[in-house]
T-cell receptor
Framework: DVKVTQSSRYLVKRTGEKVFLECVQD?????MFWYRQDPGLGLRLIYF???????EKGDIPEGYSVSREKKERFSLILESASTNQTSMYLC????????????FGPGTRLTVT | GENVEQHPSTLSVQEGDSAVIKCTYS??????FPWYKQELGKGPQLIID?????GEKKDQRIAVTLNKTAKHFSLHITETQPEDSAVYFC?????????????FGGGTRLMVKP
């Protein structure tokens, strides 16, 4: 079974803090994705990575950055957290760029106060 | 870019009844249309998908139909059961140089009453 894990299920941070969300997949997948999930808006793509040290912006990259130093790990960074970044964050991966099915982690619910 | 709209946002049915969720998309280049189910406390999981060269696909109690001309696709669940209660997302896929990108609809919360 494919396993995608996220470092925290719940996180509470203060405005202005630097926040790291970590995602690890154990199936040697090439592509990894970060989404945020908000009620009524579905899942919106923040960033994705198709190889180590390679990244591309998704639909809503403002206020976020990412890091992929190892193939199995993809980190989402909020340089200076703001209250409008309170959301559920989901990580996903696919076997290869041509593969359609995305495997999701359980999500991290981030609250910024 | 692609825009996917999903309706209804909530759906309540009696156990045993059918449920239908509808989505429309805007980009005629999209060629793959998956449906994901998200149970409470879990990430979304693929339940069925359809490619643009197919009009209908069925897997036991669930089926998906696609109308490329009208740019809409639907999920049909028959003989609903309480364990079908979840949030369902449709999506449309487009390919860029780095891989297949999914654009998701807003989600439908399905509640199946025993």
């Amino acid at each position: 079974d494919v396993k995608v894990t996220q470092s925290s299920r719940y996180l509470v941070k203060r405005t202005g803090e630097k926040v790291f969300l970590e995602c690890v997949q154990d199936m040697d997948h090439e592509n990894m994705f970060w989404y945020r999930q908000d009620p009524g808006l579905g899942l919106r793509l923040i960033y994705f990575s198709y190889d180590v040290k390679m990244k591309e912006k998704g639909d809503i990259p403002e206020g976020y950055s990412v890091s992929r130093e190892k193939k199995e790990r993809f980190s989402l960074i909020l340089e200076s957290a703001s209250t409008n970044q309170t959301s559920m964050y989901l990580c996903a991966s696919t076997v290869s760029p041509r593969q359609y099915e995305q495997y999701f982690g359980p999500g991290t619910r981030l609250t910024v106060t | 870019g692609e825009n996917v709209e999903q309706h209804p946002s909530t759906l309540s049915v009696q156990e045993g009844d059918s449920a239908v969720i509808k989505c429309t998309y805007s980009d005629s280049a999209s060629n793959y249309f998956p449906w994901y189910k998200q149970e409470l406390g879990k990430g979304p999981q693929l339940i069925i998908d359809i490619r643009s060269n197919v009009g209908e696909k069925k897997d036991q109690r669930i089926a998906v139909t696609l109308n490329k001309t009208a740019k809409h696709f639907s999920l049909h669940i028959t003989e609903t059961q309480p364990e079908d209660s979840a949030v369902y997302f449709c999506a449309a896929a487009r390919y860029n140089n780095a891989g297949n990108m999914l654009t998701f609809g807003g989600g439908t919360r399905l509640m199946v009453k025993p």
